[in-house]
């Protein structure tokens, strides 16, 4: 039972060729055969792109001291990649510190406040003894007394309170002054080189992470509605002119990977497709952003995939029909 051929969106200025094999029934009727395979070939417009790319700045304003790391080398998640004059936020943060760590007002407090409870215990004994011996305004200002140590040191405790919080906020400012990868990459772009002035939030190198990679492309509506999270697909690049003829060694591969995504919306330009990501393992670094090609997705076959490249064939019955590109 084959495809019929339908017209395919418009997205960008770029008519989407989609592929279909045939539903092939090969065996379906035979108890204990294997299930015949669907597949979905899209042979144009697949593109592998970043996941994640990322322009990372500088958190604070200042001059580039120096940067750690050129053009191609790569950075573990955390590390930094470059840092800003720190010397004024590390003489705040050793003041920071400092005041922090004094303790003379609160043990001075403390010492007002055992004065003032011994003096009080004093006068009660007195009273008790002989209720004439202490006088009203003596017990009543060794009371006052011992109020103001409780509240001298109440606040001694809330100054060093205090002084800590800004020593931990010293301390941040000269975390601040480092430039540090957000995540495992390599460095593609630098924009600031040492002695140059960053304002915040401005951009010093631009990381991407070459391990995991995605495929965009688009399918026809009458196609994509077969199409799952979760199923299994193979990428084959192709360098050359021509998506369907192999041009160098690289061609030869097939990477496995399994679809991610599936835009639940019809695109605005025809309304006749859907935008589907496809995520790809690519710990060789074999696949590269910008590469197009083939891509065949599995529709029966959804699961965990392997990473690494792959020339897994379909199961058994499955005899793809790709369908000739519609003209442009």
Not at 17 to 46: C, F, Y
Not at 56 to 70: H, N
């Amino acid at each position: 039972m084959p495809l019929s051929r339908k017209a395919a969106g418009i997205f960008a200025g770029a008519v989407i060729a989609v592929s279909a094999s045939s539903l092939v029934h090969l065996n379906a009727q035979q108890p204990g055969a294997a299930r015949a395979s669907e597949t979905i070939v899209v042979d144009d417009s697949v593109t592998i792109q970043w996941i994640k790319k990322s322009d990372v700045a500088a958190l604070r304003e200042g001059v580039i001291d120096r940067m750690e790391l050129k053009i191609g080398m790569p950075v573990e998640k955390g590390k930094p990649i470059g840092y800003l004059h720190d010397e004024i936020a590390k003489l705040t943060l050793a003041k920071s510190k400092l005041q922090s760590e004094v303790k003379g007002a609160g043990l001075e407090a403390k010492a007002k406040k055992d004065l003032a409870l011994a003096v009080v215990a004093i006068n009660k004994r007195l009273t008790d003894k002989n209720p004439g011996m202490v006088s009203v305004e003596e017990r009543a200002k060794a009371e006052a007394e011992l109020n103001v140590a409780e509240a001298q040191l109440v606040s001694a405790l809330e100054r060093r309170a205090i002084d800590t919080a800004e020593a931990k906020m010293a301390e941040r400012m000269v975390e601040e002054h480092i430039i540090r990868a957000p995540f495992d990459g390599i460095i593609i772009e630098r924009m600031k080189n040492e002695g140059e002035s960053v304002r915040s939030n401005e951009p010093v190198v631009q990381l991407g992470d070459l391990d995991r990679l995605r495929a965009e492309f688009y399918v026809q509506r009458e196609y994509a509605s077969r199409v799952k999270v979760g199923m299994r697909c193979e990428f084959s690049p192709r360098t050359g002119d021509n998506p369907r003829v192999a041009n160098g060694p690289i061609d030869s591969h097939k990477f496995v990977g399994t679809i991610s995504f599936v835009d639940p919306r019809l695109q605005a330009v025809a309304e006749s497709a859907k935008r589907i990501y496809a995520e790809f393992d690519n710990k060789e670094h074999e696949l590269e952003p910008g590469m197009k090609g083939v891509l065949t997705i599995y529709v029966n076959d959804v699961g965990t995939v392997a990473s690494g490249d792959s020339a897994q064939a379909p199961a058994l019955g499955a005899r793809p029909v790709p369908l000739p590109p519609l003209p442009r």
